[in-house]
């Protein structure tokens, strides 16, 4: 007998705009600290600069606005759920827009200003059942405003590795809907019941084939704090390291996960 279609699980669309438009605030103020010297350094992403990595954040958000200006697509293409494995293949055509950008527009307050203020506007006249096109499908904007908490939390982490002292806040809203999304997708890429991943307070999920526990404590269990899933689902982390370092804890057989991540490239 086929598993159950797993149910995608519904956000609160009010909320998910919130959460966007602050977590993009926390990271405005920030950037907008940022020195000469901070603005060059690398960062973790290949050849990507602070200034590079700045630049990309605004991308990620003013793709909405591009989006809801242009034809609304006919149907449907890509579902939520799908969507963290559509970003490998886009990964180098991303890269050199985004460096394209940075060099295109060296004066990053305006930059995130008029990304602000354009991103505002647009959801002001947009409802969450729109469809808008993207690099890999057409979403409805609430389904595609979730990537967005995902685009925007990763980056946050990536801004604070790179610039020592640097600490951008996470909204709680963000990182709960970045959490849960990729933790849904680990379960859709191995569905099954015998492993329980659980990342507190945002997310528990089934997944992994084998015998499913029906009561009690599972005989696989796997635990983390939501900025080590996040770090683990999107290649900034190995199982292993997070192992070692104690930011993981996994007991039973069915409980490496190594093989499954990363979920995003």
């Not at 293409?77 to 050199?96: C, K, N, Q, V, Y």
């Not at 405003?145 to 963000?174: F, K, M, Y």
Request: charged fraction near 25%; include cysteine.
């Amino acid at each position: 007998m086929p598993p159950a279609k797993k149910r995608t699980r519904s956000y609160d669309p009010a909320k998910i705009r919130t959460a966007v438009l602050t977590q993009f605030g926390h990271v405005r103020q920030a950037v907008g600290t940022l020195t000469p010297q901070q603005l060059a350094a690398p960062t973790r992403l290949g050849e990507w600069t602070v200034r590079d990595l700045a630049a990309h954040v605004t991308m990620a958000v003013g793709a909405i606005s591009r989006a809801l200006d242009a034809e609304e697509p006919p149907k449907r293409t890509l579902a939520l759920l799908d969507w963290p494995f559509t970003t490998a293949g886009r990964a180098e055509g991303i890269s050199d827009d985004t460096q394209a950008l940075a060099t295109a527009d060296p004066d990053l307050d305006a930059l995130y200003a008029r990304t602000e203020e354009r991103f505002t506007e647009s959801l002001d006249r947009a409802p969450d059942d729109r469809l808008i096109g993207s690099r890999t499908g057409a979403m409805t904007l609430g389904d595609y405003l979730v990537t967005r908490t995902v685009e925007l939390v990763v980056h946050t982490d990536d801004l604070n590795a790179a610039v020592p002292g640097l600490d951008i806040p996470h909204d709680r809203q963000a990182l709960a809907a970045c959490t849960r999304l990729l933790a849904d997708a680990l379960a859709v890429k191995a569905p099954g019941g015998s492993t329980e991943v659980r990342v507190p307070p945002f997310a528990v999920v089934q997944c992994v084939e084998g015998p499913r526990h029906t009561r009690g404590t599972p005989p696989n269990v796997v635990e983390t704090d939501p900025l080590t899933w996040i770090r683990l689902a999107t290649g900034r982390l190995t199982w292993k390291d997070a192992v070692e370092e104690a930011k993981v804890s996994a007991s039973g057989e069915r409980a490496d996960l190594a093989g499954l991540l990363p979920l995003m490239g």
